[in-house]
């Protein structure tokens, strides 16, 4: 159980595409989403959190127009990176929480990430 | 600030010994949950233990132990009869009991296991 789908798992494209990333949650509702960047040898980086039905929050340094964040359902978030350009290579990796209260010790769970190039 | 220290960049060890990931926080925190994730080549990050601050019996979860001790902040993860698929990428995190599930992830140890 607690299986998060991410899609596309690699995505080349051009400099000054938009590129979308799908967050799923399969089998449990997802009331809460967070969106990571992880750069080569290095720990994750939340960029932001994502509650369904509202609008995200985003950390400190965190372009909210370059990377538009949707959550429209308890089962769906998307990350839509905006006219990308090269320097927005990474890896992205999103996790859900399977719900109940955060007290409860409900553990992230992840996709398997996108890794995004841009030429 | 709440933070994680993982102090041990990379380690390698042979296979089938026993080898030991520290991992150290700061909070002032009473409550929280503390993880293990294990990120492989595959770079999907899988929970490995999880430990509630208000227990004092160290988890286990098969093969993976840990050592936490409240007082001193640390949070160590031991792995015995290590394996071949156990190389990978080692994340501590640390989450407040009422955080809205989010995570302040430590900087990771990249562990090795040889033949």
């Known amino acids: 159980g607690a299986v998060v789908s991410q899609h596309p798992s690699w995505v080349i494209c051009k400099s000054g595409t938009s590129v979308k990333i799908e967050c799923r949650s399969l089998d449990f509702q997802a009331t809460t989403m967070f969106w990571y960047r992880q750069f080569p040898k290095q720990s994750l980086m939340l960029m932001a959190t994502s509650n369904e039905g509202s609008k995200a929050t985003y950390e400190q340094g965190v372009e909210k127009d370059k990377f538009l964040i949707n959550h429209a359902s308890l089962t769906l978030s998307t990350l839509t990176v905006t006219s990308a350009h090269p320097e927005d290579s990474s890896f992205y990796i999103c996790?859900?929480?399977?719900?109940?209260?955060?007290?409860?010790?409900?553990?992230?769970?992840f996709g398997d990430g996108t890794r995004l190039s841009i030429l | 600030a709440q933070t994680v220290t993982q102090s041990q960049p990379e380690m390698s060890v042979q296979e089938a010994e026993t080898v030991t990931l520290s991992c150290t926080y700061d909070?002032?925190?009473?409550?929280?949950?503390l993880f293990w994730y294990k990120q492989p080549p595959s770079r999907q990050m899988i929970l490995v233990i999880r430990?509630?601050?208000?227990k004092q019996q160290n988890a286990t979860e098969n093969r993976f132990s840990v050592n936490f001790q409240k007082a001193a902040k640390s949070f160590s993860l031991k792995i015995s009869d290590s394996q071949l698929g156990d190389t990978a990428m080692y994340f501590c995190?640390?989450?407040?009991?009422?955080?809205?599930?989010?995570?302040?992830w430590g900087a990771g140890t990249k562990l090795i296991i040889k033949p």
């Open positions: 996790s859900a929480s399977s719900g109940g209260a955060p007290r409860w010790g409900q553990p992230q769970h």
């Open positions: 430990q509630e601050a208000y």
């Open positions: 995190a640390f989450r407040p009991l009422d955080s809205n599930y989010q995570l302040i």
């Open positions: 909070t002032s925190e009473n409550n929280y949950y």
